[in-house]
Nanobody, 126 residues
Framework: VRLVESGGGLVQAGGSLKLSCTTS????????VGWFRQAPAKDREGVSC????????WYTKSVKDRFIMTSDDAKNTVYLQLDKLSPDDRAVYFC????????????????????WGKGTLVTVSS
């Protein structure tokens, strides 16, 4: 299993970025896939998780209406569109995946994934 994130960078507050996570070694049809982030001196938190069992997407409250997670099964890639960025969004963003055992994305965004990428850094200047 392999997950490789890309698309991070430096952006001004109010700006946008689109992150990509290219995967291999598993199928979106039976694995939950999600985005997580870790800011300096903070724990990793789940940002958005896509469930394989029902296609639902869970978002943490702080990013609702600003971030959108999508997937392209043909490319084995998931994306995270980040809009209206603020300095509070500064973090290393990770992509993760795990076999879909429990329903929905909330469980996986809360308790973490089995497989992880190495992350991509998002920096937001004020």
């Amino acid at each position: 299993v392999r997950l490789v994130e890309s698309g991070g960078g430096l952006v001004q507050a109010g700006g946008s970025l689109k992150l990509s996570c290219t995967t291999s070694g598993f199928s979106f049809r039976d694995h939950a896939v999600g985005w997580f982030r870790q800011a300096p001196a903070k724990d990793r938190e789940g940002v958005s998780c896509l469930a394989a069992n029902d296609g639902s997407t869970w978002y943490t409250k702080s990013v609702k209406d600003r971030f959108i997670m999508t997937s392209d099964d043909a490319k084995n890639t998931v994306y995270l569109q980040l809009d209206k960025l603020s300095p509070d969004d500064r973090a290393v963003y990770f992509c993760g995946a795990a076999p879909q055992v429990y329903n929905g994305g909330y469980y996986y965004c809360t308790y973490g994934m089995q497989y992880w990428g190495k992350g991509t850094l998002v920096t937001v200047s004020s």
